[in-house]
């Protein structure tokens, strides 16, 4: 499991004021929705403001996210499922998604948390879902990971 080395913060962020969009696949509902509760727990817990928005897939995440983020979204957290088949699909589609979301961090200067599992099989996925039983929660991960680049860009601003 890669999850060794995580920060062990105790602090919650504090994110009042901050309006961040969660976006989210459609593709393997079980895991993905385990990615958006732990989403959900880590706004909440910060003060955000959030919202959901679901896409088709992890290919649609970057142009969605720019555009939440060029229409005023302070930040967003990309949630995504790329489980490896037998076909270059899986190295096409996750080289496109995390290229494409750097991208967007970099094009509008926002936070962009990355919550796109690239997995051999279900089980790492569930593994990494932060349901229970899960060893991580890659969806509060990214979510605090969104705030915490967004309070930190904030404090840089004049």
């Known amino acids: 499991m890669s999850g060794k080395g995580v920060p062990q913060s105790t602090e919650t962020v504090d994110g009042t004021g901050l309006d961040v969009v969660v976006v989210a696949g459609t593709w393997h509902?079980?895991?993905?929705?385990?990615?958006?509760?732990?989403?959900?727990?880590?706004?909440?817990?910060?003060?955000?403001?959030?919202?959901?928005?679901?896409?088709p897939?992890?290919?649609?995440?970057?142009?969605?996210?720019?555009?939440?983020?060029?229409?005023?979204?302070?930040?967003?957290?990309?949630?995504?499922?790329?489980?490896r088949g037998g076909t270059p699909h899986f190295e096409f589609?996750?080289?496109?998604?995390?290229?494409?979301?750097?991208?967007?961090?970099?094009?509008?200067?926002?936070?962009?948390?990355?919550g796109v599992l690239t997995l051999d099989d279900e089980a790492q996925g569930i593994a990494r879902a932060g349901l229970e039983g899960s060893e991580e929660d890659k969806g509060f991960e990214a979510a605090d990971a969104a705030l915490r680049t967004a309070v930190l860009l904030r404090s840089l601003r004049p």
């Open 93 to 114: 589609v996750s080289s496109a998604a995390t290229d494409g979301l750097t991208r967007v961090a970099l094009d509008t200067g926002k936070p962009v948390g990355f």
């Open 29 to 55: 509902e079980v895991i993905t929705d385990g990615l958006i509760e732990g989403a959900r727990r880590a706004l909440e817990q910060s003060g955000a403001t959030w919202r959901l928005v679901r896409v």
């Open 57 to 83: 897939g992890s290919f649609e995440l970057p142009v969605v996210a720019k555009a939440l983020l060029e229409a005023g979204a302070d930040a967003v957290v990309a949630l995504g499922v790329i489980i």
